[in-house]
Structure formats: C-alpha cells, structure tokens
C-alpha cells in the first residue's frame, strides 16, 4: 500500500486520506484501522484513473454493445 496525501477539509468530512490499495481487502483494512485508531465514520471510494476510463468506454464502444442492452 502507498500513501499519497492527507487533506483537512473544509465540510461534511474532517479529512481525507489518499492511497494506492492492491484490492478492496487492503483498502478495507485501512479503514477498520482508522476505525480502531478514533474515526467515528469512514468511507472507502474506489477510483479508476481517467485515462483508463476512456480505454474502457473506448472498448465498449468498438464491440458496439453496453451493460444496459
């Protein structure tokens, strides 16, 4: 796993941590950690990159098909 930042906000949330995860076990590990550690709430967003976004609606595109047919 890979720390990236750590945010104070300005909102609903207090802070917001970014890191690279290998799957949702590990992601989900972190948050229980923080959970154990004083958070009283936490979330655990999964994010694909744009460029790679793309590559997938590109692809979607070429096959002429969706998920929603």
């Given at each position: 796993?890979?720390?990236?930042?750590h945010?104070?906000?300005?909102?609903?949330?207090?802070?917001?941590?970014?890191?690279?995860?290998?799957?949702?076990?590990?992601?989900?590990?972190?948050?229980?950690?923080?959970?154990?550690?004083?958070a009283?709430?936490?979330?655990?967003?999964?994010?694909?990159?744009n460029?790679?976004?793309?590559?997938?609606?590109?692809?979607?595109?070429?096959?002429?098909?969706?998920?929603?047919?």
């Amino acid at each position: 796993m890979k720390w990236l930042a750590h945010y104070a906000l300005l909102g609903q949330w207090d802070f917001m941590d970014i890191y690279e995860a290998p799957d949702e076990e590990t992601a989900a590990i972190v948050s229980l950690m923080s959970r154990a550690h004083g958070a009283h709430q936490v979330e655990s967003w999964t994010a694909i990159p744009n460029n790679r976004l793309m590559e997938i609606a590109d692809a979607i595109e070429a096959t002429g098909s969706s998920k929603t047919e």
